[in-house]
């Protein structure tokens, strides 16, 4: 649970000052980066305008291969330029769990830069920090899920396994992007 100061849990507070509860943590949407800044650390000053994926037969399958499970759109945006494409792609740990939007940039079919955007999960938030993202650079996909090993976190085992899934999706559909 996540506390608000030193040692009330963000539950607590509502009740002491009689408002009832607030919202737990997992409810409340952590925004790690915003998009405009990914795309400003990926593109620099001059930012390409977005372009769209139809995510027909082939594209499903690609991401479908990565994902475990086809991608509940029909089109996804993204962004190419300078030999880079920039992706936000969204996930879920598993059913039941809340979708966490991650950014992505390949280059050369390989990840450059991993973030995430938007974590709205109670466990597992580790996976926004430098140290874990920082393993992704120069991954390439190979049968779906990337070619290197990922370094789990303890108490984070789904989210890990989102992200590398979610990398691999956008090495994927990168393939799929006109040069």
């Not at 040692?7 to 009832?20: D, F, M, N």
């Not at 956008?170 to 006109?178: E, G, V």
């Amino acid at each position: 649970m996540r506390y608000l100061f030193t040692r009330i849990p963000l539950a607590v507070p509502g009740l002491l000052l009689g408002l009832g509860t607030i919202a737990p943590a997992h409810a409340i949407d952590d925004v790690h980066e915003t998009l405009d800044a990914f795309l400003a650390e990926t593109f620099g000053a001059t930012v390409p305008a977005p372009k769209f994926l139809d995510l027909d037969g082939n594209a499903q399958a690609q991401i479908s291969a990565a994902l475990g499970h086809s991608y509940p759109q029909s089109r996804l945006r993204y962004w190419k330029g300078n030999g880079i494409t920039a992706w936000v792609i969204m996930d879920k740990g598993k059913e039941g769990y809340q979708l966490t939007d991650a950014a992505f940039a390949v280059k050369g079919g390989a990840i450059d830069i991993a973030r995430v955007l938007i974590y709205r999960e109670s466990h597992g938030e580790e996976v926004a920090d430098a140290a874990f993202l920082n393993q992704f650079p120069g991954a390439h996909a190979a049968g779906g899920q990337l070619d290197r090993k990922i370094d789990n976190i303890s108490g984070a085992t789904l989210s890990v396994k989102m992200m590398q899934r979610m990398a691999a999706a956008a090495i994927a559909l990168d393939a799929l992007t006109p040069p």
